[in-house]
């Protein structure tokens, strides 16, 4: 009689989960254009869609990698077996020294598609107000569960990254698509669909002014910089920053999706503040393949690129709280990556290497350049993932604060001009994050 009461416990705790209505009667096929198809049915939005088909051997945060731009225009395999158990919280803040308008990392969901070996029927957590499936309904993203992620993941392993379909509902009993009717979104300017469209300002009274150029930011990247007590100007990633230069102590660059060849115009634009500019700044992501193509590298496709809170860097050189000959575990999530070559452009540096695939994970100026560079292809803010480099914000900050403090002292810029504040073009009040849902 113990041993029956005992063993109803946990029963009885799962049943004060929240249900989550699913579509598991409708059919969705996922159509992976190097031929295999995978069947299974339906949850959240009643629609299709095609993507770029990836895997993300996170093991946390769905709602935080949905969210991040930089998975725009992709159709998101988890290969974590059981997601949505702890549901989806709500997505608004205050805007202040602490957040940014947003609790995830963005507005809304990124991705065109999820992908799922087991959607969660019941969801408990605190913060949740609804499930992942009506989330990504209300968003009008579909998703498939019931299919064999692991087979899904070796596949794009082994083959590549590959373009492909989710089709839901009388779709999935229509034939595969044609080669030519799938949607590649690397052919897009993906950036500009996500960077913001109009400047605005965070924390406006922090104690160092840092421009910031999105290329699709995640929430998480602001949200570390000002609770810095940076003040954050949050620029276009197309926006004229040499126009305004000279009232900021810092430039960070964020990152963001697809192709970074179609930043190629912010490279070049970066070359001339780099050659002109003696301020800190530093890269994450498409920011940090935008320096390194200002500095002369290359960039390049990954066979099936980095995604995951999981991955080991290598630090090859010392900066701040970065030591040299450490290895950091890190998030990521990129399908590029830029070229190791020998010799380095003059003036740089390899910064970290991955430890799995030998891919660079990070440039820095040389020490002789006179230059306070740093780019790093994985996400120190993480978000989710781990926090083992979540100092090199601080470090960027201090350095930023230090240079600062030398112009007040009586320094001047490189150009030789005293330091000047023009009036911005565009107010000051603080505003939520602007991320295209």
Not at 17 to 43: D, Q
Not at 79 to 103: A, E, H
Request: charged share 20%; proline share 6%; aromatic share 8%.
């Amino acid at each position: 009689m113990f041993f029956r009461t005992f063993s109803s416990v946990p029963r009885l705790s799962r049943s004060l989960a929240t249900h989550a209505n699913l579509n598991t009667r409708i059919p969705a096929v996922l159509h992976l254009k190097t031929g295999e198809s995978f069947a299974g049915s339906s949850f959240g939005a009643l629609t299709s869609t095609y993507g770029e088909t990836v895997f993300s051997t996170s093991i946390t945060s769905y709602t935080e990698s949905m969210t991040d731009p930089s998975y725009r225009g992709q159709i998101l395999v988890f290969t974590t077996p059981l997601i949505g158990n702890y549901g989806v919280p709500s997505n608004k803040t205050p805007v202040d020294s602490q957040d940014v308008g947003v609790y995830l990392e963005s507005e809304g969901i990124q991705c065109s598609a999820v992908v799922v070996a087991d959607v969660a029927e019941k969801f408990s957590h605190h913060r949740a107000v609804e499930s992942l499936a009506s989330w990504c309904k209300r968003h009008n993203v579909p998703g498939i569960t019931g299919v064999d992620t692991r087979a899904i993941t070796r596949l794009l392993r082994d083959q590549g990254t590959t373009l492909g379909r989710l089709a839901v509902g009388e779709d999935a009993q229509a034939p595969a698509p044609m080669d030519e009717e799938y949607w590649d979104p690397s052919e897009e300017n993906l950036v500009a669909q996500v960077s913001t469209k109009e400047p605005y300002v965070l924390n406006p009274t922090g104690d160092v002014k840092i421009a910031v150029l999105d290329f699709g930011a995640k929430a998480n990247i602001l949200r570390s910089l000002v609770r810095r007590n940076a003040a954050v100007t949050v620029l276009p990633w197309d926006f004229d920053f040499h126009a305004v230069r000279a009232q900021y102590d810092g430039l960070f660059l964020t990152n963001g999706p697809g192709d970074p060849r179609h930043c190629m115009d912010a490279a070049l634009n970066l070359r001339k503040t780099l050659e002109e500019w003696d301020k800190p700044v530093f890269g994450i992501c498409m920011g940090h393949q935008v320096i390194g193509m200002a500095a002369g590298l290359d960039a390049y496709r990954m066979t099936f690129g980095n995604r995951g809170h999981n991955q080991p860097v290598l630090a090859l050189a010392s900066s701040g709280s970065i030591k040299a000959g450490r290895v950091y575990v890190t998030s990521q999530n990129h399908q590029y990556a830029l070229k190791l070559q020998d010799p380095f452009p003059a003036g740089w540096e390899p910064f970290f290497i991955n430890c799995n695939d030998s891919s660079v994970e990070g440039i820095k100026s040389t020490a002789d350049s006179g230059k306070k560079v740093w780019g790093v292809q994985f996400h120190p803010e993480s978000a989710g993932g781990p926090l083992d480099t979540i100092e090199m914000f601080t470090d960027f900050l201090a350095e930023c604060r230090a240079h600062k403090m030398q112009l007040g002292l009586g320094g001047q810029d490189v150009m030789g001009a005293a330091k000047v504040e023009p009036a911005l073009a565009f107010t000051n009040a603080p505003q939520p994050i602007a991320v295209a849902a």
